[in-house]
């Protein structure tokens, strides 16, 4: 009895520990959650009472709203365009930074930064200073004799240079992939070159089969992220020029707080976390089939 009582009272403690994490999803995530679901299939504005109106919402977001599926798609493009980009980017600074260079924790630091700023609404401002038709990437264009490029106001550049904002953000993939680069064994390499295998063989027979899980990770979680982009293309082109960097975010973010269809916007949302979760369990399935770990676990 007294130990069932010590276990009771040891039960109560523990959660008043975590009350206030407990109580903070319960107020600021599950209860939005299923508000938001409740709300896609109701006719609600901010001024009025929702009003049950069944699956509506989400016939004419693939019916009649012209906006939804192309900003769809460009969120796609987007995706495909930055995510690769960073991670490539990330992996090749984090072998860089993976060497006994002199000073070599403060390249580091340096290089972490962007992660940490990136994503404000500052920076963008910066970078859509930065390449503006008489912004500074031009003028150095045109200091070695080549021509400007409009690349926030031409369909052709403009959602590439939106998608360079997300690549220069690679800090925290490149701090993962730092860490795993240190997990691989050097004594794989020593007996590499004592076989007389070359940096890119051993690249690509050591180092990236030992950091797939690390591969694995980023990927998956550069997509959520990336499907999830506002801020850059909604400060540094508004979802323009002619539409080419509107992604989804924006169209859902106008729908909210623009037209102030807030049951018509949380359909929206339930359309991007389904496309978020189906892409996310290919992704599984697949790095399942390609990722090692060392104890044979799975992904």
């Known amino acids: ?14 959660l008043l520990y975590i009350s206030p994490w407990l109580i903070g999803f319960l107020l600021f995530t599950l209860y939005p959650i299923l508000s938001s679901i409740y709300y896609s299939f109701t006719d609600f504005s901010i001024a009025s009472a929702p009003v049950w109106i069944g699956f509506k919402n989400y016939i004419e977001i693939f019916t009649k709203d012209k906006l939804a599926i192309p900003s769809l798609a460009i969120t796609f493009k987007y995706v495909f365009l930055s995510v690769p980009a960073k991670l490539v980017f990330a992996l090749f600074v984090a072998m860089i930074l993976n060497t006994n260079m002199k000073g070599v924790n403060f390249y580091r630091t340096v290089y972490y930064l962007p992660s940490i700023l990136g994503g404000s609404v500052a920076i963008a401002v910066l970078w859509r200073f930065l390449f503006r038709r008489d912004g500074i990437v031009n003028l150095i264009l045109q200091a070695v004799g ?9 369909p052709k550049f403009a959602l590439g240079t939106v998608a360079l904002l997300a690549v220069w953000q690679f800090g925290s993939s490149m701090v993962l992939f730092l860490s795993g680069l240190k997990q691989v064994p050097q004594e794989l390499y020593e007996a590499a070159e004592v076989d007389g295998a070359t940096k890119m063989r051993q690249f690509f027979s050591i180092t990236l089969p030992m950091i797939t899980p690390v591969v694995s990770f980023n990927v998956i979680m550069q997509l959520i992220n990336g499907f999830q982009e506002f801020t850059g293309p909604y400060v540094i082109t508004s979802g323009g020029p002619l539409n080419s960097t509107y992604v989804f975010a924006i169209h859902l973010y106008n729908s909210a707080f623009k037209y102030f269809r807030t049951g018509y916007a949380s359909a929206l949302s339930w359309i991007l976390f389904m496309a978020i979760m189906i892409f996310t369990v290919i992704l599984f399935k697949f790095f399942d089939r390609f990722t090692y770990y060392e104890d044979g676990g799975k992904f």
């Open 1 to 14: 009895m007294k130990n069932k009582k010590k276990k009771s009272l040891s039960n109560w403690i523990g």
């Open 146 to 154: 080549l021509p400007y490029v409009d690349w926030i106001g031409s």
